[in-house]
T-cell receptor, first 108, second 113 residues
Framework: AQRVTQPEKLLSVFKGAPVELKCNYSYSGSPELFWYVQYSRQRLQLLLRHISRESIKGFTADLNKGETSFHLKKPFAQEEDSAMYYC??????????FGTGTRLTVIP | NAGVMQNPRHLVRRRGQEARLRCSPMKGHSHVYWYRQLPEEGLKFMVY????????ESGMPKERFSAEFPKEGPSILRIQQVVRGDSAAYFC???????????FGEGSRLTVL
């Protein structure tokens, strides 16, 4: 069965420190992985997807099929990065499977 | 483009009443998805609809829940005879194509007393 695990509910880092939000997935087929973000008082929105291999707002995420992971990383956290982050798995079907989310707080 | 619009934002119902949640997708989008978020849990897929058709309802509870997306007007998620366990945030998302980027609404928070 498909599953997305985000082991950390809460993560706090100091401004300028590196940040890594963990995401592991379970899926026997060929996955599509996404990170969605929800800033305070805003809607959930797409941050990045693995197939585009982009860096958005300084964030990157690499799909590691061996470890079934799609961790989100940024070398230097900024205060405006404080938000709720959701990892999501697409299976080529009609929906996305979301993790439970990680609330990132960047301490000034 | 106003984005995905959901209403009401907050809805309070007593046990046994009906709840209707509406979702207007972004202009030009014909794919609508409903998700439910229970406290301390992630977003759980409920149903995927295109205009006048239910494409995938594998996440919908078998009873009391139904969804539609008519040719004209918003998509509606209907919960009959609500129970306390239905209290949750219900999110709608739309996309312009299948497996395209999802654009989310602000959610409708249902509280069942």
């Amino acid at each position: 069965a498909q599953r997305v695990t985000q082991p950390e509910k809460l993560l706090s880092v100091f401004k300028g420190a590196p940040v890594e939000l963990k995401c592991n997935y379970s899926y026997s087929g060929s996955p599509e992985l996404f990170w969605y973000v929800q800033y305070s008082r805003q809607r959930l929105q797409l941050l990045l997807r693995h197939i585009s291999r982009e860096s958005i707002k300084g964030f990157t995420a690499d799909l590691n099929k061996g470890e079934t992971s799609f961790h989100l990383k940024k070398p230097f956290a900024q205060e405006e990065d404080s938000a709720m982050y959701y990892c999501a798995l697409g299976t080529g079907a009609n929906n996305l499977f979301f993790g439970t989310g990680t609330r990132l707080t960047v301490i000034p | 483009n106003a984005g995905v619009m959901q209403n009401p934002r907050h809805l309070v119902r007593r046990r046994g009443q009906e709840a209707r949640l509406r979702c207007s997708p972004m202009k030009g989008h014909s794919h609508v998805y409903w998700y439910r978020q229970l406290p301390e849990e992630g977003l759980k897929f409920m149903v995927y609809l295109q205009k006048e058709n239910i494409i995938d309802e594998s996440g919908m509870p078998k009873e009391r829940f139904s969804a539609e997306f008519p040719k004209e007007g918003p998509s509606i998620l209907r919960i009959q005879q609500v129970v306390r366990g239905d209290s949750a945030a219900y999110f709608c998302a739309s996309s312009g194509q299948r497996n395209g980027e999802l654009f989310f609404g602000e959610g409708s928070r249902l509280t069942v007393l």
